[in-house]
């Protein structure tokens, strides 16, 4: 998890430190509420975010970040975000730590991504 010194924007870099802190803490749902506060502060500070293609996985072809979006019961509304507003529906009260830690690599992969 060292690479979050690298990631640009101060917000999203506080929400990730928090986020990591709920992950060592043992507080999944804690952390995939934090994961959500810095994905909404990145798509805030980086206008057309969620229409960037971003390779899929190997073989298939580039998808919008929106698409790519983790689907574990922290879920982004899709046809919001297609229109440019950010919505989250949270399908369960507790998140395993799995859970958790995908979502933070990816709010942090795509934070290291604008980065680059």
């Known amino acids: 998890m060292a690479k979050l010194d690298r ?43 969620l229409q960037k293609p971003r390779p899929g996985p190997p073989g298939a072809p580039a998808m919008k970040l929106v698409m790519l979006w983790p689907e574990l019961g922290a879920n982004l509304d899709k046809a919001a975000a297609e229109r440019g507003d950010l919505a989250v529906t949270y399908e369960k009260d507790v998140f395993s730590l799995s859970e958790a830690m995908t979502y933070y690599e990816f709010v942090l992969d795509t934070a290291l991504e604008l980065a680059e």
Request: with cysteine.
């Open 7 to 49: 990631v640009e924007q101060a917000e999203v870099r506080t929400y990730l430190g928090r986020a990591r802190d709920e992950l060592r803490a043992g507080d999944a749902t804690g952390a995939v509420h934090s994961c959500w506060e810095a994905f909404a502060a990145l798509a805030a500070s980086t206008p057309g975010i």
